[in-house]
C-alpha cells in the first residue's frame, strides 16, 4: 500500500494489535485476532460434535473425516512417541493442541481474515500453558514433586562437582526454557509468514495500482512471488501444528521416563 506521499508503506506490528471491535474498555473487549479466535474454536468444536453425534461402526461422510483427522493424530504424533496405551491416554491434550493450532494457522491464508491469530503471543502462551502443565502433572503424579526434580535434573554416573554445573542448566532447560521455547516457536514463525505474505501483496498493488510509469512491471513477479509464497506458508502451517503436538508427545513421554537417563 502507499501512504499520502504515494510512496509503498510496509507492513508493521499494528495488523496484530486491531482496534476493539466489542466490550470496548471493559475487561472483556474483543478485538479482531480474540473474534477469529472465538470463531475457529466454535467453528472446529461444532464439526467434531457433528461429525461423532452418532458414530457408525463403518464411518462415512464427515464422520469418515473426522475420524481420519484423529487417526492421523492418534498414530503420526500420539502411539508414534508415547507408545499404544500412553498413546491413547493423552490423545485428548495431544489432539487439541494439534487441530487449534492447524485451523487458527489456516486463517492466516483465508481471503478477508488473512492473518493467524497464533502470531499474536496470547493464544501459543495458552496452548504452551496447557502442555507444560500435562508435563509436570504426570511427572508429579509418578515421580512424587521432589523426586520428578530429582530425575530431570539429576544425571546418573556424573562426579559428584559437575552436578553443581549441571543441575542448574537442567532445571533452567527443562522447567523454564521449554514453554517459552514452544511458544516463541510457534509465535515468531507465523508472525513472520503473515509479514511475508503481506509485504509481497501489498507490493503487488501498489506497483499495479499505485505506482508511476515503469515500475509497474514489478507488479506480476510481487505476485507470483506472493503466490508461491501461500503454498509455502500452507507447509509451514501444517508442519507448526505437527512440531507443537509431537513435542507435546515427546515431553509427556520425557515426564513418564523422567528417570530413564
Sequence with gaps: MADSSGEFKPPTLDDFFPPQVLFEGTPFALDRLMLIRLGVVLLVSLFFIVAMRSPKLIPRGIQNVAESMLD?????????????????????????IFFATIFLNLTSVIPFLNISSNARIGFPMVMAAAAYVTYLWVGFRKFGFFGFLKASTVLPGVPLPIHFLLIPIEFISTFLLRPFTLTVRLMANMLAGHIMLVLF?????????????????????????????????????????????????????????????
Design 72 to 96: 492421523f493424530v492418534r498414530v503420526q504424533i500420539a502411539e508414534e512417541i508415547l507408545g499404544k496405551e500412553n498413546g491413547r491416554k493423552y490423545l485428548t491434550i495431544i489432539a487439541t
Design 201 to 261: 501483496f501489498s507490493a503487488t498493488q501498489f506497483f499495479f495500482f499505485e505506482a508511476k510509469n515503469w515500475m509497474a512491471v514489478f507488479g506480476l513477479p510481487a505476485l507470483l512471488v506472493g503466490v508461491a509464497f501461500t503454498f509455502f506458508e500452507l507447509l509451514v502451517i501444517a508442519l507448526q501444528a505437527y512440531i507443537f503436538a509431537l513435542l507435546t508427545a515427546v515431553y509427556i513421554d520425557q515426564s513418564i521416563h523422567a528417570d530413564a537417563h
